[in-house]
């Protein structure tokens, strides 16, 4: 743990969040070629996924003819491709003093899973704790825009492909959704920033960008 502590005083670790198709994948290649144009090196990834196996897990969890897992299965297979991700890129990356950009994060868990209702929120947390520890994110985007507005980019998006479990549910449960994300970030407003994803692509970035202009050099200021 001490190793681990030592490492989050070089590395960052910056997630975006928000619901199906709000502009997460999008973002987080801009900000990646944004980051290395200043030299700052930087890894993008995602979840679930980010590590061979870890990518393996997704591909049960979003199986378009699999269905959803039971509620437990679903968090227990979610953590355990996060424990991979974990161990095998975000920490080794930021030990190396690297930042870390990654499309969803524990908060997805809470947002998605905890939505349901049928997880209790203490032991969520405390799976959460287990697993996650200090590795939490420095910074959290959250791209906020009406459900309906994204899922039907995520739809133009996948074109033929055949849509996962999650974004099958129904309408309803993606405009809870998003008021579950907005009820975190105003939770932990030292953490979240939220973006107004109805913008164009390029004002979305620019706004990120200033947020994290001004956390660098904090950092520089610091070092
Ligand atoms: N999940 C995940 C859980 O339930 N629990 C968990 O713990 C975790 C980690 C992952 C699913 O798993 C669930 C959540 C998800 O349902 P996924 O396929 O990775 O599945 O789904 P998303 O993360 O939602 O990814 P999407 O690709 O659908 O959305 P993004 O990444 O938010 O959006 P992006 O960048 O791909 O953009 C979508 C389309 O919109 C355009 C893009 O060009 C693209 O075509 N676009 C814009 N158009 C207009 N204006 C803008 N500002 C735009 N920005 C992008």
Known sequence: MKAFSDARMRGYFVTFEGGEGSGKSTQVNRLISRLQALRINAVGTREP???PGAEKIRALLLDPNAGRF???????LFYAARAEHLDKLIRPTLSRGDWV?????????RAYQGLDGRINPADLAAIEKL???????DLTFLLDLPAA????RAQMRRGDAQVDPFEQQAVSYHVALRGQFRMMAQSEPERWVVIDATQTADAVEKEIWQVLSGRIKARKELK
Not at 102 to 109: P, W
Not at 131 to 137: A, H, I, S
Not at 149 to 152: N, V
């Open 70 to 76: 039971t509620s437990m299965a679903e968090v227990l």
């Open 49 to 51: 996924g980010g590590s």
């Open 101 to 109: 950009v990654s499309d969803r994060f524990s908060d997805s868990t």
């Open 149 to 152: 507005e994204g899922l039907k």
């Open 131 to 137: 697993v996650v520890g200090e590795t939490r994110p």
